[in-house]
C-alpha cells in the first residue's frame, strides 16, 4: 500500500487533458499540504496512580477537542470498555514518522524538591501499565514546574512499519499521581501524542 501520488514524467509537446494536470498538480499539491497519516489526540484523565510505578497513557478519542484531529481515523486504537478512550496510534503504512508526545502529571503530595518524573515510548507494545516501560525507545524527563506539576514535551523521528503500533507511559516516584487530570486546561492540552508520516524510508 502506498499513499505517495505516483509520479509521471512530461512528454514533449504532450496534450494534457484536465484529468492529467489534476492528478500531476493538483493531486500533488494536497499530498503536501495535507498529510495522508497524520493524528493528534489529548490527554484522557487516570487518577490516584501508585508512586513508582508506570502507568499506560490514556487519549480522548479524536474530534474530542479542538486540538484533535486524524487524517486517517483508523491509526487510533481504541482501549477501555465501550471505546472511552485511546491507548494508542498506530501507523497505516511503511514509512518515517515524527512521533511528539508530551505530559502534565501532577503529584498528589506536594514535595518541594524535585522528584523522578518522566514519559516513554514503546513500539508495539501490550496495552498494559507496565509493557511500554519494558520496551521502550524513548525515555524522557519531565520538568518540575511547581510542588505538585511536572510537564513537558518532545519530539523524535522512528521508522514504522504497517499496523505498528506506538503507546505511551508516565511514570513518577515519590508520590501517587495523576495524568492528565487539573484543573487547569494545560493538564489535558500538555498532554498528547501525535504521529504524522513524513516520507518513505530511503532504500
Not at 494508542?88 to 514535595?111: E, M, N
Not at 516516584?173 to 530511503?202: C, H, K, M
Request: proline share 5%.
Amino acid at each position: 500500500m502506498t499513499i505517495t501520488p505516483t509520479p509521471e514524467t512530461w512528454a514533449h509537446r504532450e496534450l494534457v487533458t484536465a484529468a492529467t494536470m489534476n492528478r500531476r498538480v493538483r493531486d500533488v499539491h494536497a499530498f503536501l499540504a495535507k498529510s495522508p497519516a497524520a493524528i493528534r489526540v489529548e490527554g484522557f484523565s487516570r487518577t490516584n496512580l501508585p508512586a513508582g510505578t508506570p502507568a499506560l497513557c490514556y487519549y480522548t478519542p479524536v474530534g474530542a477537542s479542538a486540538h484533535s484531529y486524524a487524517s486517517n481515523p483508523s491509526m487510533a486504537i481504541v482501549g477501555g470498555p465501550s471505546g472511552t478512550f485511546l491507548d494508542g496510534v498506530k501507523a497505516p503504512v511503511d514509512g518515517r514518522y515524527k512521533l511528539s508526545i508530551g505530559g502534565a502529571v501532577t503529584a498528589v503530595t506536594a514535595q518541594a524538591a524535585a522528584r523522578v518524573c518522566y514519559l516513554q515510548a514503546a513500539v508495539n507494545a501490550a496495552a498494559t501499565d507496565t509493557a511500554v516501560g519494558v520496551g521502550a525507545f524513548l525515555t524522557f524527563p519531565l520538568t518540575n514546574l511547581s510542588t505538585t506539576v511536572h510537564q513537558g514535551a518532545m519530539s523524535t523521528e522512528v521508522v514504522l512499519r504497517t499496523a505498528d503500533t506506538v503507546r505511551v507511559a508516565c511514570r513518577m516516584d515519590g508520590s501517587a499521581y495523576n495524568w492528565a487530570s487539573g484543573s487547569d486546561a494545560g493538564f489535558t492540552q500538555g498532554s498528547f501524542i501525535e504521529l504524522r508520516w513524513i516520507g518513505e524510508v530511503p532504500t
